[in-house]
């Protein structure tokens, strides 16, 4: 099994069950993803351009929804889901996206905190990091960008869902909202991805992530024929 297309099946199974919310994968293989599963177990879900429209899975124009509207009547309304990147997660969950090294002399700038801090209070957050390390899975963020468990506790839409990787799926469904391995990708070892995480994970109870039927590859491989996805995931 090409480990993108496990990839690919994950994130679309983090829309699962989502309804008629807006989508907002950010990344291919999360956009991958969210149009996966718009054809297959979500028919109702909304995907958007980024700018002021609304898509079908192949592209066909369904709607306008202007980015003011998504923040006015959508963000603070918990009817969003987002998939963003991470340049660091911390154990509570916490996302870096702006600087490493210290906040007042960074050693170096990213992207700046963007919309993350809105993004993770007001609804659904999870998040896609293709090259799972230690680098990526650190104790303590640099800098909070999207808003962990610690800081983000009584927020009504609060809600850091699941952090997909190119080794696996994790969670905070811990106790205290502590991080658990739920499952290792085909091939993969649960030694393999605490290696490559600085905070202890609880692996008490990890599975293997589900491998795309044969209906999902044929999706998969009419909405990416190129294989683009297996550039930013090698097998």
């Known amino acids: ?93 916490n996302q870096n996206i702006s600087a490493i090294g210290a906040h007042a002399r960074p050693t170096r ?22 090259r799972h390390s230690t680098r990526v899975f650190v104790d303590q963020v640099d800098v909070v960008s999207g808003v962990g468990y610690e800081r983000g506790a009584g927020q009504q839409f609060h809600d850091v869902y699941r952090v997909v990787t190119n080794l696996g799926v994790i969670d905070f469904g811990g106790t205290e909202h502590a991080p658990r391995l739920l499952s290792v990708h085909p091939g993969v070892s649960v030694e393999v991805v605490v290696a490559a995480t600085s905070f202890e994970l609880d692996v008490s109870n990890v599975t293997e992530t589900r491998t795309p039927t044969d209906e999902e590859l044929k999706l998969i491989d009419s909405l990416d024929p190129k294989s683009l996805r297996d550039k930013e995931v090698p097998s």
């Open 109 to 130: 700038q990213l992207l700046g905190v963007r919309g993350g801090p809105g993004n993770t209070v007001n609804h659904r957050t999870s998040y896609w990091v293709p």
């Open 1 to 93: 099994m090409i480990r993108a297309d496990v990839a690919v099946a994950a994130c679309a199974d983090l829309f699962r069950g989502d309804g008629e919310i807006v989508a907002s994968p950010m990344g291919y293989i999360p956009a991958l993803g969210a149009r996966l599963a718009r054809l297959t177990f979500e028919p109702d879900l909304l995907l958007s351009d980024g700018e002021a429209y609304l898509l079908d899975a192949d592209g066909t124009l369904e709607g306008w929804q202007p980015f003011r509207k998504v923040l006015d009547t959508v963000v603070p309304r918990g009817k969003r889901h987002v998939v963003m990147g991470a340049n660091q997660i911390d154990r509570h969950g």
